[in-house]
């Protein structure tokens, strides 16, 4: 059983006992009886407070001079008009020790410790009932009836706990008339409320104003506060106050924390917000009655049911969800309760928590029904290519091995690979692959933005799989929240329809440039509730101080969506890593969910081009004697450069990068790849001289020149661009290496393809994604598709082959072929079979089996709140 004050009492000690009665550590209790900001304290806390970690070594300053001064700046008033204390409520409790008074009038209900400081001086209370009909209006007629004999007039503005706001000008006016009594107006929730003049500029000399900065600046660790009191009192209550009250870096904190106005004014807006909606949600039910609140806090009455608050209280606590039972309040009964307003998820946990008790009594329907809110995991990265794409494909093969319906999901993708989808949408390659590790088709709601890059400063904004036009860096940040709340839709629908979301970042969460529009990170999480893990890849170096300084560079709000740490890519003895870990977990206060190690052969395709460019992936040593050599030219806007990722499987090939003419050498085969921006590319091959190898090579009866969608563009006369998609509408010189020319339009083709390779006979299959028409004369279709469409041409002799098809190498036979005539011009015997299969589920499998050994997958289902 419960003890009778646990449920009707916020403090600390409280807290821990309940989440120890519920089964739960604290932090895993959502905690509705403490009216803190939902926001967490100001960013600027803990810059401050790690600037001036060294004044610990110091007493602080007795007198509080920095910090009452401030408070004296902000509300234009005498310094020594202010008191500063360890929390409101130690001066609350000092004032009635001073005054001299013998009784106190205190409306009801109101603050516990309104009675509690004047009992603890001996004063006798009269309690002055208020109307709950009137929700608990302070009825100043009443108040003023019993101040016959001078008293000490305690009320809350607002009322806590009914949120209510008193008449400032009938305050004002009793407080005039009776000059002798001495009124303590508590404002410590008055900073939550729009617009809101704090009576601290009033001249009246019987008025003392509270302030609380625990509540609205969510510090109560610190332990904050401060009065205003004529100047005669204010000297009473600081002497009277103990000695070094107020510790230095709560006084430091005070200062920061009043200086952020961007906090305050975003903290009014978005609790009003989270108010309305948490009201609108409690209203649903005929059996309660919730009381209008100016606060960051409502008062609920149960009417007609069959329980009461406590029990009501005692069934969510086994929820994990704590609420303050008002019944030791004077005025009220066990019908009463408090909420605080949180978060936006949390209190959508609540309403559905509450739901489930009274869903009997339920009177209308929600006017727009919430969203099935569905667990998500996030992996968000400390950079680039620290293996988000990798470890999200292998959660969600690992949530499909475990019986889990389950789909990806990445807001906004900056890729150059892509993968077009059945019903002709475009995608990043990365979510084509993680919705293959879910076994489900890819679907453009899986990757609802996708940038291709067509310049340093430009990309192509590709929305729903459709292409939306081009952009600079300015036009793309006015486009976002439009593109955002098409990626938060994308979410939902996508969501609705599976158990589980494993959702991927975009480079990382810390880029201070790029938070304040954020669609890819930390937004993405807040909208999907998910459980953040912040991957770092140790073979780089760093991944430590990467660790610890990505979160000191988060916001505390989005610090709180962070459950861990994942460590990728390591080489060594992971008991190497036990002291590092151990650093990490003091300083961030999270632990290190697993270390995975370095996975040679992935046998997956990467997404970022930072393994092609570095050469980890494609520039190995030869594998003998017997084998041919391709050379792979780099080009600067290089896009879809996986298609080659299944020539790595042949064990007889060596793929090798090529960026300069002199490194072209004397290969078997050049493949130019695709391009995002073909006349740009053309032109760097000219400039490069690399053109002119190529060209060179092609005369040589023993080299094969493959060009692939934007490298079979180039591979023809010219290439023009009369609306501009690409460059600044011109007519670009390609490599004549075939009779072609190319037209971008503006339509984008995007499409799956089946088709047929005409000299060997064999069944290809792929897609189409360029903006390119071709057409050529005196040359006969090299690959058609099964719609008879050419979308391939080549020479007679074989030597020259340009197409438009992405996976071209990905069927076995066709690519054993193409290998063996290598072979064969090389003076090599045919291998004349299939060598090796290109299937990534095997690869898919093998890299969630090592995955799960190396991460505690348990405790990440617990933080997502899988069984």
Not at 372 to 383: D, I, K, L, N, Y
Not at 477 to 503: M, W
Request: proline residues 6%.
């Amino acid at each position: 059983m419960l003890k009778p004050d646990t449920l009707t009492s916020g403090h600390g000690g409280c807290v821990r006992e309940l989440a120890a009665q519920a089964g739960c550590a604290v932090d895993e209790l959502l905690d509705f009886s403490a009216n803190i900001n939902p926001l967490g304290p100001p960013d600027c806390l803990r810059r401050v407070i790690a600037s001036n970690i060294g004044l610990l070594v110091h007493y602080p300053d007795p007198e509080c001079l920095a910090f009452r001064e401030a408070i004296g700046s902000l509300h234009s008033i005498p310094v020594e008009r202010v008191i500063a204390g360890n929390g409101s409520t130690e001066i609350l409790h000092v004032i009635p020790r001073v005054l001299g008074l013998a009784r106190a009038v205190i409306p009801q209900p109101g603050y516990i410790d309104y009675s509690a400081a004047a009992v603890k001086v001996g004063l006798s209370i009269e309690h002055v009932i208020l109307d709950a009909d009137s929700g608990f209006s302070v009825d100043w007629q009443r108040v003023e009836d019993r101040l016959h004999d001078d008293a000490l007039v305690l009320v809350g503005q607002p009322g806590n706990p009914s949120g209510v706001m008193l008449d400032h000008d009938e305050l004002l006016a009793v407080a005039d008339r009776h000059p002798f009594s001495l009124f303590i107006v508590d404002e410590a929730f008055a900073d939550f409320i729009e617009g809101y003049r704090s009576l601290a500029c009033a001249v009246l000399p019987n008025i003392i104003i509270l302030r609380s900065m625990t509540k609205f600046y969510a510090i109560p660790g610190l332990r904050l506060g401060y009065a205003v009191a004529p100047e005669h009192i204010a000297r009473l209550v600081r002497d009277a106050m103990p000695p070094w009250s107020v510790g230095a870096l709560a006084q430091s904190a005070g200062i920061a924390a009043l200086g952020d106005s961007d906090y305050g004014n975003m903290t009014r807006v978005e609790v009003a917000n989270y108010k309305e909606s948490l009201q609108r949600g409690l209203e649903q039910f005929d059996c309660l009655h919730v009381f209008p609140s100016a606060a960051n806090y409502l008062l609920v009455r149960i009417d007609g049911a069959a329980f009461n608050a406590p029990e009501l209280a005692r069934n969510l606590l086994k929820r994990r969800i704590a609420i303050r039972v008002c019944d030791n309040y004077v005025g009220l009964d066990r019908r009463y309760f408090r909420i605080a307003v949180r978060t936006p998820h949390e209190n959508e946990r609540f309403l559905d928590s509450i739901s489930h008790e009274l869903g009997s009594h339920r009177s209308r329907p929600i006017l727009k029904p919430a969203r099935r809110r569905v667990p998500a995991v996030m992996f968000q990265g400390t950079s680039s290519n620290a293996g988000k794409s990798v470890l999200t494909a292998a959660f969600c093969r690992i949530l499909l091995q475990d019986g889990y319906r389950v789909a990806p999901f990445k807001s906004q993708n900056m890729s150059l690979n892509s993968q077009v989808t059945r019903d002709g949408g475009e995608i990043g390659r990365a979510q084509a692959v993680q919705a293959h590790a879910c076994r489900l088709d890819p679907d453009v709601r899986m990757n609802p933005i996708l940038l291709k890059p067509s310049s340093d400063t430009g990309s192509q904004v590709i929305v729903l799989g459709k292409p939306v036009g081009t952009m600079d860096v300015d036009e793309y940040i006015r486009y976002k929240p439009r593109a955002f709340e098409t990626a938060k839709q994308a979410y939902d629908s996508l969501a609705s329809e599976v158990d589980v979301v494993v959702v991927e970042g975009a480079g990382s969460p810390a880029e201070v440039n790029l938070r304040r529009h954020d669609i890819a990170n930390m937004a993405v999480a807040d909208h999907a509730n998910a459980t953040v893990l912040i991957v770092g890849d140790i073979d780089r170096g760093g991944v430590f101080a990467s660790f610890v300084g990505t979160m000191e560079l988060l916001s505390e709000r989005e610090r709180r969506m962070v459950g861990g740490f994942v460590i990728n890519r390591f080489r060594g003895k992971k008991d190497l890593l036990d002291d590092a870990i151990g650093y990490v977990q003091i300083h961030t206060g999270l632990p290190t969910l697993g270390v995975v190690p370095y996975i040679h052969d992935l046998g997956i395709p990467e997404e970022d081009s930072v393994g092609f460019r570095d050469g980890s992936r494609y520039d190995r040593h030869p594998p003998g004697n017997d084998h041919v050599e391709i050379a792979v030219i780099d080009l600067p806007h290089i896009s879809n450069f996986t298609d080659l990722d299944p020539l790595l499987l042949e064990p007889d090939v060596r793929l090798r990068i090529v960026r300069t003419s002199g490194d072209i050498g004397s290969p078997d085969a050049v493949i130019i790849p695709g391009s995002k921006n073909v006349p740009h590319d053309l032109r760097y091959l000219h400039e490069s001289g690399l053109a002119r190898s190529i060209v060179d090579l092609a005369t040589m009866k023993s080299v094969m020149i493959i060009g692939i969608c934007g490298g079979f563009q180039m591979l023809g006369d010219d290439l023009g661009d009369p609306h501009g998609i690409e460059s600044d509408h011109g007519v670009y010189k390609g490599l004549s290496l075939m009779p072609l020319n190319t037209v971008l339009e503006k339509e984008k083709t995007l499409t799956l393809v089946r088709a047929r390779h005409m000299a060997s006979g064999l069944a290809l299959k792929g897609y189409e994604i360029h903006h390119g028409r071709t057409t050529g004369s005196g040359l006969s279709p090299a690959i058609v598709r099964d719609d008879g469409v050419p979308i391939g041409y080549g020479t007679d002799d074989g030597r020259i082959l340009g197409t438009y098809l992405h996976g071209l190498f990905d069927g076995d036979a066709f690519r054993r072929w193409f290998v063996d005539r290598l072979r064969i011009r090389r003076g090599l015997a045919p291998v004349g079979a299939v060598v090796r299969t290109y299937d990534i589920e095997p690869a898919l499998d093998r890299l969630a089996d090592i995955v799960r050994s190396n991460i505690d997958v348990r405790r990440i289902y617990r933080g997502m709140g899988l069984p």
